[in-house]
């Protein structure tokens, strides 16, 4: 981007701000009658009371992710797209090298019919399946919690367990180590083996690696974007035509395959 489209760009940001300055206050001059579109301006990190994230500066946090309160995230770990970590009654506690994925929500208890005071602890280079729902549970170093699980007040996975996609795993409930949990309510259902433990704790470095990519991705300026975007079409042009090129070179180079007609 020029100069001149700097200058524009800017401009536009700031009409656009006026904008909703002025429409926020034609909305106050119209009072109880007046229809309220909440505007959004999501926040990533957000403290709440006095509580603030702590997260470290190699984990990935996707810009569509929420983390609340006391929340606190280890090295290489990664909170993927459309993810609440909510430690607002509590803290949670997320290790290195583990990775939240798309649409997961983690919270924690403050009480409960027992009377316990519950944070959400998850250790490091877990795997937490896609839109996966943690509640005031314990996760411990190299689990995995399968895509759709929800874990309730008190669970305990033990290292190197697994909880099935799907499963309901009641409060209270302890997996112990090794074991594969599913089902509703989840009940045992077999040891890994060695050759699937490796795998998972394997998983957890490769979406350290993938997250590496995304971050990068997510830093970019709206300028550098641009640019890219603007380079990647021009060198696209410029190999259609070299195609069409070669394919009009090949084809002169061809010898004549029309039949012969006899005179």
Wanted: proline share 3%; glycine share 10%.
């Amino acid at each position: 981007m020029g100069t001149l489209g700097k200058a524009v760009y800017t401009v536009g940001f700031w009409i656009r701000e006026t904008g909703q300055a002025i429409d926020r206050l034609g909305s106050r001059l119209q009072g109880k009658y007046h229809f309220h579109e909440q505007l959004s301006r999501h926040r990533t990190l957000m403290n709440i009371f006095d509580k603030a994230p702590s997260v470290h500066r190699d984990a990935f946090v996707a810009p569509s992710a929420s983390i609340t309160g006391d929340v606190h995230v280890g090295r290489g770990s990664s909170i993927w797209y459309g993810c609440v970590i909510r430690g607002d009654a509590n803290n949670i506690s997320i290790g290195s090298g583990t990775n939240i994925q798309d649409n997961s929500i983690v919270h924690v208890a403050k009480s409960n019919l027992q009377g316990k005071v519950l944070p959400t602890t998850i250790g490091d280079n877990v795997t937490v399946g896609h839109s996966a729902i943690l509640h005031g549970c314990t996760v411990e170093d190299e689990a995995v919690v399968g895509t759709g699980a929800t874990l309730l007040d008190g669970v305990v996975v033990e290292k190197h367990a697994m909880v099935a996609a799907g499963s309901l795993v009641r409060q209270d409930t302890r997996i112990p180590y090794g074991e594969v949990w599913g089902g509703n309510p989840a009940k045992f259902l077999r040891k890994l083996t060695e050759e699937e433990i490796s795998f998972n704790s394997q998983s957890a470095i490769n979406y350290t690696s993938i997250a590496q990519a995304h971050a990068a991705e997510n830093a970019k300026s709206f300028e550098e974007t641009e640019f890219l975007k603007a380079l990647k079409l021009k060198f696209a042009h410029q190999d259609e035509e070299h195609d069409s090129t070669s394919v009009a070179l090949h084809d002169n180079a061809l010898p004549d395959q029309s039949p012969k007609v006899a005179a």
